[in-house]
């Protein structure tokens, strides 16, 4: 997931630290930096997809870095820091919302690694007035947090835990972390302030946060070791009666195959690069060919000659156009397939559904699934072959389509339906009345009660601008219409609108 480094440069970070090792002079905006390049170490290692950005703030914010894989260049660009004035949490948090939003929508996780002083800042600027302010925010000037995306924030105080700016704002950012949700966490040194301790604290968020996903793929007697990124974050979901808690499990084994025509596009909770993991070059072999790779020089060969399952499945399932069903763990399932991001590139990825069996209902229940072999030896009533999608057990009923009001166009769109049947009264009075009963029971429905006054109106300005060719039963029945829409009894959702019995409604 993208991770967006937001870096304190105010007056407090050029606080001067003794370092008691060396006797040196340094200040916290230099801690600083030598904690991030140890993150930024960690993620070249571990986690080379990892898109990172680098904001500063003092009372305002500075985009460093958009969002780039190029590690170095972030380093580079850390030296080159400056300081400016007072401290303001609150700034830093609209720019990485702007940012996140600009880049990402809504709908991608990202971490957040705030690096301050632990200082929270003085005046209206700081982060106890912005705290305190929560409750008498209006809608033009909301507090940031939480954010409208999946977020977890991981505060780094470059700050001794006796220190009495920690001290103050240590309570700040617990609350602050509170309102981010999602595991969101304050770290603080051990021991003194040092370059090491700081280095310590960094490096375990980074195993902490950003350890990459190892493990196996399995298919039969073939295996490769694997790298998933980003690395899949444990499922939790809180129904009415229970809480769902699962992890993937080390070993992702294939199930069987599926043309990707009838997988389609099922609801995915997370989607990862599936990539080869260059430790496990010969696991997926049998044991004679693993003797004679180990008995070679493995620094000495190029790992493009080196066997690889991963090379061999995504190969397949591109030239055959399927994908494979794989078991992550207890009746939970992905869809490990070929995506291409252009004509000439293509990388096995692996979808994510939720757990369970039944979560993709065109094909039925997943622990069902067998192979047309085994269904062709044992059909001996000569039963016709199983199709997708799967047929429901229960009946279902689709005779009426939903209303469905989105955008402002279909909300129109309803309504100048009813009028063109309106114009041709008295021949589309039963369609002009059941257009209209299914528009006033959705407006009943969504508590659009609004709707009904204004359609009123619209029925009576109608009858103003009619034509004077128009029949006469088009005023009548609209003037009715508008009359029955202004009562009451109109609001029952079992009323329904019928027509005014005329005499040209008798004579038809």
């Known amino acids: 997931m993208p991770t967006v480094i937001v870096i304190d440069v105010s007056l407090s970070m050029t606080r001067p630290v003794l370092l008691p090792e060396t006797g040196e ?31 500063a703030f003092s009372s305002l914010y500075e985009i460093v870095s958009p969002f780039t894989r190029d590690f170095d260049a972030i380093k580079s660009k850390l030296q080159q820091l400056e300081e400016f004035d007072k401290t303001c949490i609150e700034s830093a948090l609209v720019g990485v919302n702007r940012l996140v939003l600009g880049e990402w929508g809504s709908g991608t996780p990202c971490q957040i690694v705030l690096v301050t002083d632990g200082s929270p ?16 925010r209006d809608a033009g000037n909301p507090f940031p947090l939480p954010y409208s995306f999946p977020c977890k924030l991981s505060v780094m105080c470059i700050s001794p835990a006796d220190d009495p700016g920690l001290q103050l704002g240590l309570p700040l950012y617990q609350k602050l972390v509170e309102l981010a949700g999602l595991d969101s966490s304050v770290h603080v040194p051990e021991g003194s ?38 690395a899949p974050q444990p499922f939790s979901k809180t129904n009415d009666f229970e809480s769902i808690k699962r992890s993937i499990s080390d070993t992702i084994e294939v199930c069987g195959f599926l043309d990707v025509a009838d997988v389609g596009s099922p609801m995915a909770i997370s989607r990862h690069l599936v990539l080869p993991h260059s430790s496990g070059k010969a696991e997926a072999f049998p044991a004679q060919v693993k003797v004679e790779m180990d008995s070679e020089d493995e620094s000495g060969v190029d790992e493009g000659k080196i066997p690889s399952f991963c090379v061999l499945l995504h190969g397949a399932l591109k030239v ?10 207890e009746d939970w399932f992905g869809i490990v397939y070929s995506w291409a991001d252009s004509k000439k590139k293509s990388n096995l990825m692996l ?50 389509n939903c209303v469905v009001w989105i955008r402002q166009a279909g909300l129109q769109s309803d309504i100048q339906k009813i009028l063109r049947h ?41 009858c103003t601008i009619l034509p004077g060719t128009a029949h006469p039963d088009c005023a009548l029945q609209l003037t009715h219409a508008a009359g029955v829409l202004r009562k009451p009894y109109s609001r029952d959702m079992k009323y329904n609108v019928t027509p005014l019995r005329t005499k040209f409604i008798n004579d038809d």
């Not at 800042?121 to 008498?136: C, N, R, W």
């Open 193 to 230: 302030l040092t370059i090491k301790s700081v280095q310590s604290m960094f490096q375990k968020l980074a195993e902490a946060n950003f350890a990459s996903f190892q493990g196996t793929l399995k298919c039969g007697n073939l295996g490769s070791r694997i790298i998933l990124s980003p």
């Open 320 to 329: 055959e156009n399927m994908a494979a069903l794989c078991l992550l763990a």
């Open 25 to 55: 002079a340094y200040n916290r905006h230099h801690l600083a930096i030598h904690g991030v390049n140890t993150l930024l170490d960690y993620l070249a290692v571990h986690s080379k997809l990892e898109f990172v950005s680098l904001i």
């Open 422 to 462: 309106a114009r041709k009264l008295p021949e589309k009075t039963q369609q002009f009345y059941k257009e209209l009963n299914r528009l006033r029971r959705a407006a009943v429905s969504f508590g659009f009660i609004e709707l009904l006054d204004g359609l009123a109106a619209i029925f009576e300005r109608e």
């Open 121 to 136: 800042g003085v005046g209206p600027m700081s982060l106890k007035h912005s705290l305190s302010t929560l409750s008498q």
């Open 351 to 400: 979808t994510v559904l939720e757990p369970g069996a039944n979560i993709v209902p065109w094909l039925g229940n997943l622990n069902w699934l067998g192979s047309l072999e085994e269904f062709k030896a044992s059909n001996h009533d000569n039963e016709p072959l199983p199709t997708f999608p799967v047929r429901p057990a229960e009946k279902r009923s689709y005779s009426q």
